[in-house]
Each structure stands twice: as structure tokens, then as C-alpha cells.
């Protein structure tokens, strides 16, 4: 008669042994990595003006290279060092920065319209002519380019330093940019605003009345 051999499974070495390798499964997933990045901050506030004695400040002619925006070209910035010094009264709000290499003056408006700049630049000579410093500025605004017939009404004669100069009026969509522009004895000083439209137009009387009290030194008089 022939024997039946019959298998007998240990259920509690199987089950040992498979929990086992759930165990060692467990310990060779990767655990998620973090990294931190350290939060960049940045923080910006214009100086106040200082204080100068009779409401105006005199400007230094040196500072770092800067051309507002125009090319510099070669004996630009030795014009601008030996050009006269400058003085004017700051309407309330504004704030002066100082001068930098080819401005004159730097200043600072902080308007709860947005922020707007005000510069002071001498060049020699006339720097391409009216018409050309104009459409070169209407660009700047999203304008279209003046023709020239139209340039006497867009820069009408205005008195800066008791000389005769221009007063420009460029309102664009978003930006706008209100400017004095003096010849004066071979050279051309342009003091321009810029900033959001709303803002800028905003200011355009302390403008023209920061223009009123600009006094260029004079030594031809």
C-alpha cells in the first residue's frame, strides 16, 4: 500500500517571514528631503534732503558716471565736471539725493500716485537740437515723434536762470515726462520730471516752481 505523504505548512514561519520582508520593504523607502532657501529681502528708502540754510541747496559737480538715460560720449562727463554749480529751492515732499557724475541733481518725490524722479543734466553744445531731445523723450512715454512744425507748441518759452529756455509737457498713458530745457553760454541744461502720468501731471505746479527757483552760477554777467 503505498504511503500518502502529506505536506504540513508552518503558518507561523510564513507569516514571520513575510511580515519580515514588509519590514525590511519599509526601511528602504526614502524619507522626502527639504530644503530651505533663505528669504531674500530688500529694502529701499531715498534719504531725506538735507538741511541747507535759506530753503535752497548748492549742487557739487563730481559723482559717479550717470547720463540720465542719454549716450555718453567722449569729453561729455569733463563738460558736465567743469559746467557752474546750481542752486534751487525744494517744493515740500521732495527730497535731494545729490548729485551723481553727469546730474547735477538727483531728487525724489514719494507720491501716493507713484514715485517720480527729477534730474538735472548739463551737456555741451545743443546735444542734437529741440526737436530731437523732444521726440527722444516722447518715445520714452509711448509717443509718437513730433514733426517739427509742431515743436514750438509742445516746448513753449519759458524763463529758467533768467534765460531764456523751454518748458515741455509730454503726457502719456502710463508715464509722462514734464522738462525745462536752457541753452546757456555753449551748453544745454534739461531738467526733467518723469514718473506715472498721474503722479507726474500731480506736480506740475512744484515743478514749474522748482524750475522758477533754479539759479545757474553766472560768471559771464
Same mark, same amino acid.
Given at each position: ?7 504540513r ?5 510564513l507569516t ?9 520593504s519599509?526601511? =528602504? ?15 529701499? #528708502? /531715498?534719504? *531725506? !534732503? +538735507?538741511?541747507?540754510?535759506?530753503g ?5 559737480? =563730481? ?15 569733463? #563738460? /558736465?565736471? *567743469? !559746467? +557752474? ?9 521732495w ?6 557724475g553727469?546730474?547735477?541733481a ?23 537740437g529741440l526737436?530731437a531731445?523732444i ?6 512715454v ?7 512744425a509742431?515743436?514750438?507748441q ?18 502719456g498713458v502710463?508715464?509722462?515726462i ?25 506736480e506740475?505746479e ?9 539759479q ?6
Open positions: 500500500m503505498k504511503q500518502t505523504k502529506t505536506h505548512f508552518r503558518l507561523p514561519a514571520a517571514g513575510i511580515f519580515l520582508a514588509m519590514l525590511l519599509a526601511c =528602504e523607502k526614502h524619507e522626502p528631503t527639504t530644503y530651505r532657501v533663505p528669504k531674500e529681502e530688500r529694502t529701499f #528708502a /531715498a534719504p *531725506a !534732503a +538735507p538741511a541747507v540754510s535759506g535752497g541747496s548748492t549742487m557739487p559737480t =563730481e559723482g559717479t558716471p550717470s547720463s540720465g538715460g542719454m549716450q555718453m560720449l567722449p569729453g561729455m562727463q569733463a #563738460a /558736465a565736471d *567743469a !559746467a +557752474p554749480g546750481i542752486s534751487f529751492t525744494l517744493p515740500a515732499g527730497q535731494d539725493l545729490g548729485a551723481t553727469m546730474r547735477k538727483n531728487l525724489f518725490i514719494p507720491h501716493a500716485l507713484g514715485d517720480i524722479e527729477v534730474t538735472a543734466l548739463t551737456f555741451p553744445g545743443d546735444v542734437g526737436a531731445n521726440n527722444r523723450w516722447a518715445g520714452q509711448g509717443l509718437e515723434a513730433y514733426p517739427e509742431q515743436i514750438d509742445i516746448a513753449t518759452e519759458y524763463r529758467i536762470s533768467n534765460h531764456k529756455g523751454r518748458f515741455v509737457t509730454l503726457a502710463e508715464q509722462s514734464l522738462a525745462g530745457i536752457l541753452p546757456f553760454h555753449g551748453s544745454t541744461w534739461f531738467f526733467k520730471m518723469k514718473g506715472p502720468s498721474d503722479a507726474t501731471l500731480a506740475k512744484n515743478f514749474i516752481a522748482f524750475l522758477a527757483s533754479i545757474i552760477e553766472d560768471s559771464h554777467h
